[in-house]
């Protein structure tokens, strides 16, 4: 379900809108270690979503959104990190991260000749196999040529999703169980 409130406009009725990700879409893993921090970034993010409304009521519109990284596809800019990481994230038995959403609610205001959307969501992300829920505060902003740029941040720690943390040098170097998970989205919106 998804509900929705609109400070310049009403959604018309019966109508699907189709989001796609689209190149330049992004994922970061942000943490740090006891000698260092680190950013691990994924540029090959999947994902689609739809939202239908029926009769002009968006509170009772079906939401489906998905997306998907490959675990091996995010790079640390080093690569002993990158498959620190990979390992870290079981990427033998559990190649993707992935988050679904099970419920939305969006707030559209107008700034200029663009819409702003204010998304609080929530849904489930599974990471080494491990699924949790997980609620979202996104950001999005239609840009001139009709594309969306969606972002937001979310911490999250290793040891919920029992992902060991990973060590060097005999345990001398060992990654912190905070992090930090940065979405920076590209999305075309169809409608049929």
């Not at 990979?86 to 000749?113: F, G, N």
Request: proline share 2%.
């Amino acid at each position: 379900m998804l509900a929705a409130t609109f400070s310049s406009a009403q959604a018309p009725a019966d109508r699907t809108l189709r989001f796609q990700l689209m190149s330049g879409s992004a994922i970061t893993i942000a943490g740090s270690s006891t000698v260092n921090s680190f950013r691990c970034t994924s540029n090959y993010v999947q994902g689609f979503g739809t939202v239908s409304s029926f009769a002009g009521s968006l509170e009772k519109a079906e939401v489906v959104v998905e997306l998907a990284a490959q675990v091996t596809l995010f790079d640390c800019g080093n690569g002993r990190m990158n498959r620190d990481l990979w390992s870290a994230l079981k990427s033998d038995t559990h190649p993707l991260i992935t988050y679904r959403l099970d419920e939305a609610i969006v707030e559209v205001s107008r700034i200029t000749d663009a819409d702003s959307i204010s998304i609080q969501a929530a849904g489930k992300l599974t990471i080494a196999g491990v699924e949790r829920p997980i609620n979202l505060v996104l950001s999005a902003v239609k840009q001139a040529d009709g594309m969306y740029i969606v972002t937001g941040q979310q911490d999250i720690t290793m040891s919920e999703f029992e992902v060991d943390r990973p060590t060097a040098l005999l345990g001398l170097v060992k990654a912190h169980d905070d992090l930090t998970i940065y979405f920076d989205l590209k999305s075309t919106v169809m409608q049929f």
